[in-house]
């Protein structure tokens, strides 16, 4: 079996997949109701606000940072806490997952979160132009990420190291000895990419393992479209979905039940 049916069945029958389909229509949801071009907002405040948002959603549906608890037997009350700022019927679709079982994983500051050996991250880019991004050009953490080593007898590094690239391996290099105590752990880490058009509203979405690019080639090893259900049809293709306005969405299957939860006093992480 390959990573990616690995990573893609681990996260599926977890519901974590579903969860993380609700947060980014949740997420953009919001950010098309809020959008306003004659109060100055352009595709720079549309992608920092989705980006906001799907952080606090994916915090909300996997219990963590200030909606994290202690145990499951807390997770009844503060409700309205979880719901506060949802548009209507988000509350009501959103997956059930059990408190713990997906946690905060943060990357050298970077928002991740963790199910079993699985981390991923958070990544926005252009419309349409997911099979190039440029990660030699974004931040040491994505460039990190991207330079993960594929699973293999050999353990050989993703890319070959030309010498006109080599200040690229050696910042890399650097980015992962600096952050070597959060990776003591085999974590395998992905990226949840995400973009919208603004003026048509319709977005995209997907789960993979970066590629660390040269030269504009293929910006993955693997990618999945979390837009195109079911999720077990592995790496094909699928047209993007616009999300609705304040009214709602179509309804996320759900996942494993899930108590509610409250925020934990003077937890702000």
């Known amino acids: 079996m390959s990573e990616q049916q690995d990573a893609l069945e681990d996260l599926e029958e977890a519901g974590v997949l579903a969860a993380m389909s609700w947060a980014a229509e949740s997420a953009y949801a919001r950010t098309m109701r809020d959008y306003d071009p004659d109060a100055g907002h352009d595709q720079g405040w549309v992608g920092y606000t989705a ?3 799907l952080r606090d959603r994916q915090d909300r549906v996997f219990s963590c940072g200030k909606y994290a608890v202690s145990s499951p ?4 009350s503060g409700l309205d806490t979880v719901a506060a700022g949802l ?3 988000e509350f009501e679709r959103m997956p059930r997952l059990l408190p713990g079982a997906v946690r905060r994983a943060n990357l050298n500051g970077s928002p991740g979160w963790r199910f079993g050996d699985w981390r991923w991250l958070q990544a926005a880019f252009p419309f349409g132009e997911s099979n190039a991004i440029p990660w030699p050009q974004k931040s040491p953490t994505k ?3 991207a330079a993960q080593r594929l699973p293999g007898p050999t353990d050989q590094p993703m890319l070959p190291v030309e010498e006109d690239e080599a200040h690229l391996f050696q910042d890399v290099m650097a980015a992962t000895l600096l952050a070597a105590d959060e990776s003591a752990d085999d974590l395998t880490t992905l990226v949840l990419a995400h973009a919208v058009q603004k003026e048509l509203g319709v977005r995209e979405l997907f789960l993979g393992r970066s590629r660390l690019n040269k030269g504009g080639g293929a910006a993955w090893h693997w990618k999945h479209d979390l837009l195109k259900p079911p999720f077990g049809d592995y790496g094909r293709g699928a047209k993007p979905i616009a999300p609705k ?11 494993a039940v899930r108590l509610r939860r ?3 006093e003077g937890d702000g992480k």
């Open 51 to 53: 980006h906001g948002f």
């Open 87 to 89: 548009l209507p019927g």
């Open 262 to 264: 409250h925020v934990l």
């Open 245 to 255: 306005p304040s009214g709602g969405f179509d309804a996320v299957p759900d996942a």
């Open 73 to 76: 037997a807390d997770a009844l």
């Open 143 to 145: 460039r990190r990420v």
